[in-house]
C-alpha cells in the first residue's frame, strides 16, 4: 500500500554523506503537503526524526537533515555514524480520501 | 514523560476478532489526534486508522474499513481498535501514535502483535 517510493538500500563509511529519497506524486508531496521522516532501529518501534519536511524535533543531532521539492522529498545523514544503522521512512499526505496518510516504502542504511 | 502503552495483541483464527487498547499518558490525551499504525513482519509502515479530539474525525484505510472501528475515552486517557473478520493479512505489530508537531506522529508506543493464522 505504500505510494512514496524509496531505494530499498543506501550504504556509506563512517563519516559520509548519504542521502534518501522519497518520490510521490501530485496526489501526495506534489500537492504541497508536508513530509515526516522516521528512524526505525533494529528491533524499536519508530521515531520522529524530521517533521515538516526539515524540523528536527529537540534531541535529534544536526546531522540529519530534510528537504523537498516538486512531487519529492530527501533525507540526508552528514558524518555517517555506526548507531544510524536501521530503517528509514517518509510518510505524506495524499488528497484521496481513501488514503489520507502515506508512508514510503522504507530505506535500510547500512555503515560500512 | 509521553508514554503509549498498546496491549490485546495474540493469535486468534481467520475470521476471528480482537481489542486492542493503548493507554496513554504524560500529556493530555484530549487535545491530540491519535492514530493506529501497523507493520507487517519485515514489512513496512502502513497506516490503518485515527480519530479526532472529539472523535467527530474519523478515517479508515481502505484495507480495514469495515471491518476495524477505532474509539477512544478521553476520561480514561484510552485509545481502542476492535478488530472483526480478521485475515491473515491484519497480521502485524500495531503501533498507536500520537499527532503532534506539524501533524507528524511525535510519539509511538511499543506496539503489539497481532497475528492470523490457523
Known amino acids: 500500500q505504500s505510494v512514496l517510493a524509496q531505494p530499498p538500500s543506501v550504504s556509506g563509511t563512517p563519516g559520509q554523506r548519504v542521502t534518501i529519497t522519497c518520490s510521490g506524486s501530485?496526489?501526495?508531496?506534489?500537492?504541497?503537503?508536508?513530509v515526516h521522516w522516521f528512524q526505525q532501529l533494529p528491533g524499536a518501534a519508530p521515531k520522529l526524526l524530521i517533521y515538516?519536511?526539515?524540523n528536527r524535533p529537540s534531541g535529534v543531532p544536526d546531522r540529519f537533515s530534510g528537504s523537498k521539492s516538486g512531487t519529492s522529498a530527501s533525507l540526508a545523514i552528514t558524518g555517517l555514524q555506526a548507531e544510524d544503522e536501521a530503517d528509514y521512512y517518509c510518510?505524506?499526505?495524499?488528497?484521496?480520501?481513501?488514503?489520507?496518510?502515506?508512508f514510503g516504502t522504507g530505506t535500510k542504511v547500512t555503515v560500512l | 514523560q509521553v508514554q503509549l502503552v498498546e496491549s490485546g495483541g495474540g493469535l486468534v483464527k481467520p475470521g476471528g476478532s480482537l481489542r486492542l487498547s493503548c493507554a496513554a499518558s504524560?500529556?493530555?490525551?484530549?487535545?491530540?489526534?491519535v492514530n493506529w499504525i501497523r507493520q507487517a513482519p519485515g514489512k513496512g509502515l502502513e497506516w490503518v486508522s485515527y480519530?479526532?479530539?472529539?472523535?467527530?474525525?474519523?478515517h479508515y484505510a481502505d484495507s480495514v474499513k469495515g471491518r476495524f472501528t477505532i474509539s477512544r475515552d478521553n476520561a480514561k486517557n484510552l485509545l481502542f481498535l476492535q478488530m472483526n473478520s480478521l485475515r491473515v493479512e491484519d497480521t502485524a505489530v500495531y503501533y498507536c501514535?500520537?499527532?503532534?508537531?506539524?501533524?507528524?506522529?511525535?510519539?509511538w508506543g511499543q506496539g503489539t502483535l497481532v497475528t492470523v493464522s490457523s
Open positions: 510518510q505524506s499526505y495524499d488528497t484521496r480520501l481513501s488514503l489520507p496518510y502515506v
Open positions: 504524560g500529556f493530555t490525551f484530549s487535545d491530540h489526534y
Open positions: 480519530i479526532s479530539m472529539t472523535a467527530v474525525d474519523i
Open positions: 501530485s496526489s501526495n508531496i506534489g500537492a504541497g503537503y508536508d
Open positions: 515538516g519536511n526539515n
Open positions: 501514535t500520537r499527532r503532534g508537531v506539524g501533524g507528524a506522529s511525535d510519539y
